[in-house]
C-alpha cells in the first residue's frame, strides 16, 4: 500500500464519486481510477462496488477507511514533530448552520486565525441531517448540530448547551401586548420559519394539533426582517435575536417553549482526534461557556 493511494481512496471514500475525488485532489479521473485499481489489486479485495455509474464502499473497504483515516493522521503527525513544527497546521472542514456561523462563533474563528494562522478552518453550511452524513462519511471533521437528540449513530459528540429558542414578533404585533400566548393563538397568525429539515421549526410544526401553513424563508436574516415589518412570529434561537430585542426591534412573545434543542458537536465514532480537532472541540466549549443570556420571554 502506498501513501497516496491511501490518500486517493480516503477522498474517493468520502465524496462516493472518482471524478470529484480527482477535482479536490487535482487528478485526472483516470489516474484515481487507477491509483484505487492498484490499491485494490495490492489487498485483493475490491473496495468500491461499482453500480450504474455510482460507487459504494464495500465491507473491506468500510474496514480499510478506519485504517486509512489512523495511518493518514499518523503520517501527519509524525512529518510535523520530525520537522520540528508544533503550530497546529492543515485544514479541518466544519459542517456548520446560519445560527452558529453567524452569531455563534466569529469570535472563534477569528481566534483561530490569529493564533494558529497555519490552521485553516473551512466551515460548509449544511442541514443537520446532511452534517451526520458527511461525519459519517469521512466529508467533515467535525459538524456542529442543534438537534433534539444527544446521541447519533455512528458519531460521537459533546453538548455544547441546550440552546434558548424565543418567539419573536414586532412591537407593535396584537401578540407583543399579550399576557400569554396559546397555541390557538399561534394557529391563527402568520408563522414565519426556515425550511424544513430544520430540527425547531420541525419540533414547533409537531406541537399543532391541525396542519399550519409557515411562510419559508431562506436565511434567519430574512426572517428577522419579517418580523420586523410585521408578516408574523417566528421561533428562532435566542442567540440570533438578542441584538434586536436589546434595541427593542423585536419583542420576544410569552410562550414557553414545549420541546429543547441542544447545540452539539460531533465527528465520526473512532476518529481519532488529531491536535487540531482536540483545540477546535476545547476552545469551542470554552467560548460557549462564557456565552451571556438574554433576559426576558417566557
Known sequence: MELRHLVTFQKAAALLSFTRAAQELNYAQSSVTSQIRALEDSLGVELFDRIGGKIRLTEAGERLLVYADQILTLTEEARSDVTGSNEPAGTLVIGTMESITSYRIPPLLEFFHHRYPRLQLSMRPSLCAET???LRHGTFDIGFLMEQETVHPGLSSVVLLEEPLVLIAAPSHPLAAAASVTLADLASTALLATETGCAYRDLFEEQF?????FLEFGTIEAIKRGVMAGLGVALLPEITVRQEVERKEIAVLPWKVPF????????RQGKRLTREMQLFIDHTLSLVAQEPRLRGGG
Open 209 to 213: 394539533d391541525e396542519p399550519v401553513s
Open 132 to 134: 451526520r452524513h458527511a
Open 260 to 267: 429543547a434543542v441542544h447545540t452539539q458537536l460531533a465527528w
